[in-house]
């Protein structure tokens, strides 16, 4: 029987400040460098063999690593980007110059805009509720993700400075984990390089959304201007922005050298008081710029 921590938004909820500062991390592309094998191996695969793509492989895989990997989506949960990926698919030129017919997305979009947490459990619920197939072909995909994830990723240290910076932050930090991976799969990863004791929650995506996560845990806790999001995914910006915390981006293709700058300066600056509106502004645009809304098919 698995020892590993249960978390429940109630551990959010019930948060007891030891610090007058407070800090969230995500995990995927943050703390470990796991997005590219989990997109590429896992994720897209299963999307090409469970909605039967084989036909236009290279552009599915085109539309989804430009959408997990390197775009404004990047780092969402799995069923919006899913959504974005069939939408940006639609005008994919491959798509259009074979006539290739795509899937429905109708029961996939009514999921994403429901208001549930968008994670299996709510998933199927409401396959027990509505008995849609498209649903149930929805969960079952899903769930045989999480199954490919726990198969293959394994053994995937920690970004260089991580380390340094988790023992740093939890010395003089409230810390939590803010993500929108299953929370089975995040404390498995942290439990497997000895990581949750830095850490006082692990919050996935069963527990809301990252904005959720944060209001939860901070909210008549700590000042606004004492909370810092550490993030490698636009979403981590607005769910900081939501709150009114700083952010600290993890630049994608660049993260060693953006947590060894969080180590030997922008911690500091956070906790004397220094992570003034120009200092983020500029980590902000360097960190925007990597991440395009089009794909590069499309022209303005």
């Not at 901070?218 to 981590?236: E, F, K, N």
């Given at each position: ?29 943050c703390?470990f ?6 997109q590429k ?12 793509l ?21 780092g ?17 030129p ?13 029961a996939?979009r ?17 396959v ?14 899903s769930?045989a993700?999480?199954?490919?994830v ?16 988790l023992?740093n ?8 984990c ?6 089975e ?26 904005a ?19 993030g ?8 900081a922005?939501?709150v ?5 981006p993890?630049?994608?293709g660049?993260?060693?050298s ?5 180590c030997r ?10 992570y003034?509106p ?10 925007t ?8 098919w499309?022209?303005?």
């Amino acid at each position: 029987m698995s020892t590993a921590p249960h978390y429940t938004r109630d551990h959010l909820l019930n948060l007891k400040p030891r610090f007058p500062t407070f800090v969230g991390i995500d995990s995927d592309g943050c703390i470990f460098p796991t997005m590219e094998i989990k997109q590429k191996q896992c994720f897209h695969s299963l999307i090409i063999s469970f909605w039967k793509l084989e036909p236009i492989e290279n552009a599915l895989r085109q539309t989804a690593e430009f959408v997990n990997l390197h775009s404004i989506h990047r780092g969402q949960n799995r069923f919006p980007c899913l959504l974005t990926t069939f939408e940006l698919l639609r005008n994919h030129p491959e798509v259009c110059r074979t006539g290739f017919q795509l899937p429905s997305t109708r029961a996939l979009r009514e999921f994403c805009e429901s208001g549930l947490p968008l994670g299996n459990p709510a998933l199927e619920k409401r396959v027990q509720e509505t008995g849609d197939p498209d649903l149930q072909r929805l969960l079952q995909w899903s769930l045989a993700v999480n199954e490919a994830v726990a198969r293959t990723v394994k053994a995937i240290k920690p970004f260089r400075w991580v380390l340094d910076a988790l023992k740093n932050v939890q010395a003089h930090s409230d810390v939590i984990c803010v993500s929108q991976t299953p929370t089975e799969a995040l404390v498995r990863e942290w439990e497997e390089h000895d990581l949750l004791r830095y850490v006082e929650v692990i919050a996935g995506q069963e527990l809301g959304t990252k904005a959720e996560h944060l209001t939860l845990a901070t909210s008549g806790r700590y000042a606004p201007d004492r909370v810092l999001m550490i993030g490698d995914a636009p979403g981590d910006l607005k769910a900081a922005r939501t709150v009114g915390a700083h952010f600290f981006p993890i630049n994608p293709g660049h993260e060693e050298s953006s947590w060894e700058r969080f180590c030997r300066e922008s911690y500091s600056r956070f906790l004397e008081g220094r992570y003034d509106p120009r200092y983020e502004a500029t980590l902000v645009e360097e960190f925007t710029a990597l991440l395009p809304e089009r794909p590069p098919w499309v022209t303005p």
